[in-house]
Structures are given as C-alpha cells and as structure tokens.
C-alpha cells in the first residue's frame, strides 16, 4: 500500500441533489473547471436543465429519487454508457429538518435517515463497487453540516444522519485503502433554503458568533468540494468544515 | 378521534404552568414570556393532549415560532387536533 501512486483527480463526477442550492452551485463549477458532470435530483430544475443546453457534451442529468436505488443504477449506467466511468461522486442530495424531537413524526424521521444516511451509503457503496470492480482510482465528497459536530434544536434527526456521514467517510477512507479519497465538507448555515428552517433570532446569533460576520455561501464551499475532487492533496478521511470559524 | 376543548386545553396548561410555581392569567393575550412558556413547556402540553386523546400530534417549528400568546396556544393545539 505504500507504494500506491496518487488518486488522480475526477473527471467524470456524479452529484446527487444537483437541482438547486449547494448541488447546483457544485455541478457548475465542476462544469467551469472542465470536469465531465452527471446530475440527478428529485426534479430537474430550469436551472439545471439550462446547463445540460450549455454543456451538452459534458453534462448528463436526470429526475431520480436518491432514495430510488435502482433509478439511481440506471442513472449511473446511462452515465457510464454516454462518458466511460465514474470516478467521482458527490453526496449531496438531503432532505432538512425543523421539528422537535417529540414531535416530529416517526415516518418523517424514517425519511428523513433513509434519505440522508442509508441512500448516499447505498449510493457510495453501488459507485464504490464500479470503481474498484474497473480497477479505478477515484474520489468521494460527503456534503454533511456543522449540525454533526454541534448541537441544534429541531434538527435531531438530521443532525445524527450527517454525524453518520461524517463517520461513514472516515471508515470508508480506510477501508479503501488509498484506491479512493474519502472526504466530507461540512458547510455551516445557509442563507438559503437550510437556513430557512431556523428562526431569524437563532440565525442572528449565528451571524453575531461568526467572526467572519456572515453566514457560509454555497460559493464559498465549492472550492473546497473541487479541491477534495481534483487538487493533488493527501487529505483523506476529513471533514473539513466551512463556517466562519462559527462552530470553534 | 376524543377531542379535548380549548378549556380542555387550557386546564391542562394551567397544570403545565402550576407546576413550575406560577399562575396562568385568565388573558389570552398574555405574552408567553411574560409567564415564561417556553417551547419545552409547549412540549409538555402537546404531549399531556396527546396522552388525554390517545392520538399523536407532530408539528414542525415555524408554527410554533408564530405562537406568541396563551390564546395562540390553545388556538394552535386545538387546529393540531383536528388536522
């Protein structure tokens, strides 16, 4: 093993939840940087549609169910058939949370786990298994959030499905033995779409604890998820946070 | 489905309150801080309904954000029941 040459940098990445927000700020500076991308999310937005337009040789998206196991085979296996292998994968696709614990409904936290932990580990593992079965190198970014490693009201579920994220990445980063660099991002709050699910006074104290005054921007973040893609590092097994130093 | 009444409602949080060593006011305008009715105390209520009607009630955080007096308590948890 410590003979093994680097990881080479993705070319052909596949992000889940690519629609909008994070997952379509991630697939379009993959695209700007020259990389291959394959998209799928629940809905394919105009947004992601106008970028499948832009890129037609680079791009390939579909309406798939991250929780749909098999749609999401044949998506990688479309994937596969129009660019050649899979050698990154961004797991991004996740359903938010604002509930209490005692009253959120046991189906909703059903969701909310199988969407978030067991289908981007089922996702991992059918990638992870195309990868290793081709002899290829690649690469793998948990999107997870600073919710793993800090507490926050009404987001119990959530939280205990990027902590399992942020566990999966550093067991798998050793289980695959180098063949793989295994990260995750973990982004602090969103003005945006997460970050709407949080009351304004708790958003405020967020902002007021941030010593770089705002709260994280997605552009902020897909630097960090191109580097862990693309860059000649030797970080594996991380979670690397982005959030202002809000969470230290 | 054994529906409690918003007078129900109300003797319940009564209880929810006397246990902390204060009073509910007989105003449904009275500002929950003002009797330090926090969500946790919300909680309990919702779960005291819950154990009085035998069906659960879920509800996300931004209704409860909303909440601001006795009377939008007792509004919200009786709309709950009835959802």
Redesign the interface.
């Known amino acids: 093993m410590s003979d093994s040459p680097p990881v080479p940098a993705s070319t052909v990445v596949l992000v889940s939840g690519g629609s909008r927000g994070l997952g379509l700020a991630i697939v379009t500076d993959l695209l700007d940087a020259g990389l291959t991308v394959a998209a799928f999310a629940r809905t394919v937005t105009p947004e992601l549609e106008k970028l499948a337009d832009a890129y037609p040789d680079r791009v390939h998206v579909g309406a798939v169910d991250v929780t749909d196991l098999a749609a999401a085979q044949r998506f990688l296996r479309a994937v596969e058939a129009r660019f050649g292998p899979v050698d990154g994968l961004v797991n991004n696709a996740a359903v938010g949370q604002?509930?209490?614990h005692?009253?959120?409904?046991t189906a909703?936290i059903a969701r909310i786990v199988e969407t978030n932990l067991t289908a981007p580990l089922q996702l991992t593992r059918l990638v992870a298994r195309r990868m290793l079965g081709q002899g290829r190198r690649g690469r793998i970014v948990n999107v997870t959030s600073i919710c793993a490693q800090r507490g926050f009201?009404?987001l119990v579920a959530y939280s205990a499905t990027k902590g399992g994220m942020d566990a999966a990445t550093r067991s798998l980063a050793r289980e695959l033995g180098g063949r793989m660099l295994v990260n995750a991002v973990a982004p602090g709050f969103f003005a945006s779409e997460m970050s709407a699910?949080l009351?304004s006074t708790q958003l405020d104290q967020i902002v007021r604890r941030t010593p770089t005054g705002h709260l994280t921007e997605p552009a902020e973040v897909v630097p960090v998820v191109r580097m862990l893609l693309c860059a000649h590092t030797n970080i594996n097994g991380q979670v690397i946070v982005v959030d202002g130093a809000a969470s230290i | 489905m054994n529906e409690l009444s918003r007078a129900q409602i109300r003797d319940l949080m009564a209880q929810v309150v006397r246990n902390q060593g204060r009073v509910l006011p007989d105003d449904d305008s009275t500002d929950l801080r003002e009797i330090g009715f926090r969500s946790l105390d919300f909680s309990e209520l919702a779960l005291r309904v819950e154990d009085a009607t035998g069906e659960e009630l879920n509800f996300d955080a931004p209704g409860l954000r909303r909440i601001a007096t006795v009377g939008d308590v007792l509004d919200f948890l009786a709309e709950l029941q009835r959802q």
């Not at chain 1, 005692?102 to 409904?105: F, L, M, P, R, V």
Request: net charge negative.
């Open positions: 604002d509930s209490m005692t009253h959120t409904a909703d009201p009404g699910v009351g």
